[in-house]
């Protein structure tokens, strides 16, 4: 391996080896360090831990030397209380170890384990991840992917043996990121590098540390201009998000799974946040199956690191399907009402647009867990949404009228007014105020001060 790549990813010439120069005792040609490297060092200034298979040396397979060198660091990881980072490379195990090698990947997995929650876990797929490297690789906080990566539980040729389709696809990075399996893509080891320097930035070392406040020189009381933000119409909500951000900095995740969802981490009044928003764009912001576990798997992170939540509700409910039926959309919505309830950490609420049922109550509604709700004063909340409150409440005065359409709209409007206004909830204790949009910034900024 060109060990000049470490100066990339850490502060230069700060990179200290541990175990540098163990060989496996049941390999004959087996280098010194056994095909991976571990260690630490300075990534803008904070302590990091990494491990880094070497494909140059036995193909980065995994032997019993070579997993004892990753549970090492691991532990140190956990011992000091900093970040541990895992560049997969690997051919997979070596046979010819026998069964120790089953070993050595349980020995990974325990140590993972017991680091998840903890710190911060990251993998970064660079090369093949496949068999039991692909459960390591899942089992991490987060997972980034290059573009020149392989990662899927079987093998290309396995997978192939079993149908006729084009299987590549299913381990590419693309693959792999519309499927959730990977939080972030890069074209090259250079770029990833690159994002996980990004990302660190907004998480803590440790589970017992806050993330530390970054000095924006943004203005906490700016304005922001939602006149394109329309109730009703399809925006981007990144754009609502760039704009309630410090210097309109927002780190997305998993942007191509679940993308009726938006997540990510931003700072705002120079503390880190997660931002959870319904996608307008994307379906009209219907929460699927996919969305409620995208948006629980980082709720889950959040509230092991002590991350506020800022939860931006803008969506006509759940989606109506068969395929959503059998995936389990009623598990998945009460898995995410559920996070959203136990989790511990503080969670703002800003309906911006449509909040209707179920959908009210899983986006972090006011009786499911949140600990402000704010409501823009065009918002529309209600139990059901208003075309069908106005059809269940004004049938017969709909049909006995000489212009049905016309009659239609006027109840709906009708109902809106009187039922799924913003203040209806707020009179309810459903919203704890009804604020302009443009006031949206301060407000969340306010509220952070308070309660975290």
């Known amino acids: 391996m060109n060990y000049d790549i470490l100066n990339e990813l850490f502060d230069t010439n700060t990179f200290v080896q541990t175990n540098s120069y163990v060989v496996s005792a049941l390999t004959d040609n087996s280098e010194a360090g056994d095909g991976v490297i571990t260690g630490y060092g300075s990534v803008e200034g904070r302590a990091v831990f990494a491990a880094i298979q070497d494909e140059s040396v036995l193909k980065g397979s995994v032997g019993v030397t070579h997993a004892q060198k990753i549970c090492s660091c691991i532990e140190m990881a956990?011992?000091?209380?900093?970040?541990?980072?895992?560049?997969?490379?690997?051919?997979?195990?070596?046979?010819?170890?026998?069964?120790?090698?089953?070993?050595?990947?349980?020995?990974?997995?325990?140590?993972?384990?017991?680091?998840?929650?903890?710190?911060?876990?990251?993998?970064?797929?660079?090369?093949?991840?496949?068999?039991?490297?692909?459960?390591?690789?899942?089992?991490?906080?987060?997972?980034?992917?290059?573009?020149?990566?392989?990662?899927?539980?079987s093998g290309v040729d396995s997978l192939a043996a079993t149908t006729?389709?084009?299987?590549?696809?299913?381990?590419?990075?693309?693959?792999?990121?519309?499927?959730?399996?990977?939080?972030?893509?890069?074209?090259?080891?250079?770029?990833?590098?690159?994002?996980?320097?990004?990302?660190?930035?907004?998480?803590?070392?440790n589970c017992e540390c806050c993330c530390a406040e970054i000095e924006s020189n943004d203005d906490?009381?700016?304005?922001?201009?939602?006149?394109?933000?329309?109730?009703?119409?399809?925006?981007?909500?990144?754009?609502l998000i760039v704009q309630l951000a410090d210097n309109g900095k927002f780190f997305e995740l998993s942007k191509d799974f679940a993308p009726n969802a938006v997540t990510g981490f931003?700072?705002?009044?120079?503390?880190?946040?997660?931002?959870?928003?319904n996608q307008p764009s994307v379906e009209?912001?219907?929460?699927?199956?996919?969305?409620?576990?995208?948006?629980?798997?980082?709720?889950?992170?959040?509230?092991?690191?002590?991350?506020?939540?800022?939860?931006?509700?803008?969506?006509?409910?759940?989606?109506?399907s068969v395929d959503e039926e059998t995936a389990g959309i009623s598990a998945a919505a009460a898995l995410l009402a559920t996070s959203y309830a136990n989790s511990e950490i503080t969670k703002i609420n800003i309906i911006t647009g449509k909040a209707y049922g179920s959908a009210y109550l899983v986006m972090n509604g006011k009786n499911t867990g949140a600990d402000i709700v704010y409501a823009w004063d065009k918002a529309d909340i209600s139990v059901i949404t208003p075309e069908a409150g106005a059809l269940l409440l004004?049938?017969?005065?709909?049909?006995?009228?000489?212009?049905?359409?016309?009659?239609?709209?006027?109840?709906?409007?009708?109902?809106?007014?009187e039922n799924s206004s913003p203040m209806q909830a707020a009179y309810k204790g459903l919203v704890d105020d009804v604020i302009p949009s443009s006031q949206t910034r301060a407000r969340i900024i306010s509220a952070l001060y308070l309660l975290d």
């Open 78 to 153: 956990v011992k000091a209380g900093s970040p541990f980072v895992f560049f997969i490379d690997s051919a997979g195990a070596r046979i010819n170890e026998g069964l120790d090698v089953l070993g050595g990947y349980g020995k990974i997995i325990k140590s993972l384990s017991a680091a998840i929650g903890e710190i911060p876990t990251i993998a970064v797929i660079t090369g093949k991840c496949i068999g039991a490297s692909s459960l390591i690789a899942s089992m991490v906080d987060f997972t980034v992917m290059t573009d020149d990566g392989y990662f899927a539980f």
């Open 164 to 205: 006729l389709k084009d299987v590549k696809t299913l381990g590419s990075a693309k693959g792999a990121a519309a499927t959730g399996k990977v939080s972030l893509t890069a074209s090259n080891r250079a770029e990833s590098f690159i994002l996980i320097k990004d990302l660190l930035s907004y998480l803590p070392d």
């Open 220 to 239: 906490f009381n700016r304005a922001i201009n939602a006149s394109s933000f329309d109730t009703f119409s399809n925006y981007d909500v990144r754009e």
């Open 284 to 320: 009209n912001g219907l929460i699927t199956t996919n969305a409620c576990n995208k948006i629980s798997a980082v709720l889950a992170f959040c509230d092991k690191f002590s991350i506020p939540v800022i939860t931006l509700t803008n969506t006509c409910g759940f989606a109506v």
């Open 394 to 417: 004004y049938n017969n005065e709909i049909k006995a009228s000489s212009d049905p359409v016309a009659a239609r709209e006027e109840y709906i409007n009708k109902y809106r007014m």
């Open 266 to 277: 931003a700072h705002v009044g120079n503390k880190t946040v997660c931002f959870i928003a």
